[in-house]
């Protein structure tokens, strides 16, 4: 244990033992002043301080709420996002699509090609396999 926490150990016993001799009055005047003290302190609710030696102070807690409109924002933002990867994932397909078209449409094929059953199970089939 370090002199610092060997002094804060003594220094409590100490004040506990005068809060014990204390007068009413005096403690009443006490309790008061420290309610107004920390009326004061701009502390979140819920959070907790401990006043170390030397009069530092350290919050824990309590101070990391997020506000509801921050988070719809940011439920917001992803939805956002979402929508247009999947706009952009389907430009990309179209496109992709174009060029078989085109490149199809440009190829010298009798016209009775098209209408031949076959060939349009084959274009099925190996347009599904370039995905």
């Given amino acids: 244990m370090s002199s610092e926490e060997q002094f804060a150990r003594h220094l409590c016993r100490v004040l ?5 001799t204390i007068d009413t009055s005096i403690a009443e005047r006490l309790r008061a002043a420290r309610e107004r003290a920390l009326a004061h302190q701009p502390i979140a609710v819920g ?9 530092t102070v350290a919050h824990l807690g309590g101070g990391d709420e997020k506000h509801p409109l921050r988070t719809f924002i940011a439920i917001l933002a992803l939805l956002l996002g979402v929508c247009v990867a999947y706009y952009w994932n389907g430009f990309d397909q179209a496109t992709e699509n174009e060029e078989i078209d085109s490149a199809l449409l440009a190829d010298e094929l009798p016209p009775n090609a098209y209408l031949d059953r076959g060939f349009q199970a084959w274009l099925e089939k190996h347009s599904r396999a370039g995905e």
């Fill in 16 to 20: 506990d033992q005068g809060t014990r």
């Fill in 47 to 55: 959070s907790i301080s401990i006043v170390g030696a030397g009069g």
